[in-house]
């Protein structure tokens, strides 16, 4: 148990149609990142929240956004849905940005994209 | 030519034996995470480290920042150790993690 949990678990959408992925991070924890992982893959960095906004960002296009909440919450949000953006996505929430603080991450949210 | 890299990319053994993955790097770091994803997708941090060795249980974890190579090693392996083990590396100057494809470890009863 690592006290992120995501929102929902597994999501079906159709090409073309937005989508909303929730992460619940751990209390007190400033840093949240997103990461999609597709099948047979490592994780690929999306971007980074840090104290509400963003801290770093990986080679996704802008209609991959992000929001991030005083309650330590926060949101990746896909517009106009491809068929490659099928994957897992991971939320991981740490103390600290950087690469240098303990990680802990969610379950994930499988996307399927038809 | 991936910045980090994992070897074996599967490793199939028998309950008992004396397990090793192995992690290479080219990005410029001084820490290194070692994560354990299961069946499912839910990834757990199993080390953080930066020189030396650490150890949890039947898991070591060990690092040469100067060689920058990592391994981690699984002492009397169990069927329930099955599962991918990830290696991922913090660029230095941004917040970026960048992680191996992992190795897919099976043990057999």
């Known amino acids: 148990e690592t006290g992120v949990t995501q929102s929902p678990t597994h999501l079906i959408k159709t090409r073309g149609q937005q989508v909303t992925l929730r992460c619940s991070s751990q209390?007190?924890?400033?840093?949240v990142s997103w990461y999609q992982q597709a099948l047979g893959q490592g994780p690929q960095f999306i971007f980074q929240?840090?104290?509400?906004?963003?801290?770093g960002r990986g080679n996704f296009p802008p209609r991959f956004s992000g929001l991030q909440f005083p309650n330590y919450s926060s949101e990746l949000n896909v517009n106009a849905l491809e068929l490659d953006d099928s994957a897992l996505y991971l939320c991981?929430?740490?103390?600290?940005?950087?690469?240098?603080?303990?990680?802990?991450f969610g379950q994930g949210t499988r996307l399927t994209v038809v | 030519k991936n910045e980090v890299e994992q070897s074996p990319q599967n490793l199939t053994a028998q309950e008992g034996e004396f397990i090793t993955i192995n992690c290479s790097y080219s990005?410029?770091?001084?820490?290194l995470h070692w994560l354990q994803q299961h069946p499912g997708g839910g990834i757990v941090s199993l080390f953080m480290?930066?020189?030396g060795k650490k150890k949890h249980g039947r898991l070591i974890a060990t690092i040469n920042i100067q060689e920058k190579h990592s391994s981690l090693h699984i002492t009397a392996s169990h069927p329930r150790d099955s599962a991918v083990y990830i290696c991922?590396?913090?660029?230095?100057?941004?917040?970026?993690?960048?992680f191996g494809t992992g190795t897919r470890l099976t043990i057999i009863p």
């Open positions: 991981a929430s740490s103390l600290e940005p950087g690469g240098f603080t303990e990680a802990f």
């Open positions: 209390s007190g924890h400033n840093t």
């Open positions: 929240y840090y104290r509400e906004e963003e801290n």
């Open positions: 990005v410029g770091i001084s820490a």
């Open positions: 480290l930066s020189s």
């Open positions: 991922a590396a913090p660029n230095f100057g941004n917040e970026k993690l960048t």
